[in-house]
């Protein structure tokens, strides 16, 4: 069974940073695409940045020049490195994966992790 875990996150000042981490496990055979979304009290999910297989990575606008996510395909592993935070990015942060495993192709969220900009 496909999980994904997130780890990192935490209560940070504003202009501090912050990385957050992301590890796919189960019986996976490819991944097709990646990213991060954050959703804040009351608002919905939003992206906040995306990778595809091929490496091509998007960001919300917000968070461009800010944040930065990356992959390690050896351990099936996400990053998302976030600098100069402010209080507007405190939100619980979801990892997502759309992959193929065993249990043939899905989309994959992880628990969530709390992320909070002090002003």
């Known amino acids: 069974q496909v999980q994904l875990v997130e780890s990192g996150g935490g209560l940070v000042q504003a202009g501090g940073s912050l990385r957050l981490s992301c590890v796919a496990s189960?019986?996976?055979?490819?991944?097709?695409?990646i990213g991060w979304y954050r959703q804040a009290p009351g608002k919905q999910r939003e992206l906040v940045a995306g990778?595809?297989?091929?490496?091509?990575?998007n960001y919300g606008d917000s968070v461009k020049g800010r944040f930065t996510i990356s992959r390690d395909r050896a351990l099936n592993t996400m990053y998302l490195q976030m600098s100069s935070l402010k209080p507007e990015d405190t939100a619980v942060y979801y990892c997502?994966?759309?992959?193929?495993?065993?249990?043939?192709?899905?989309?994959?969220w992880g628990q969530g992790t709390q992320v909070t900009g002090s002003s």
């Open positions: 189960g019986s996976i055979f490819s991944i097709h695409a």
């Open positions: 997502n994966a759309r992959l193929y495993s065993a249990d043939g192709p899905d989309n994959y």
């Open positions: 990778i595809t297989r091929a490496g091509y990575t």
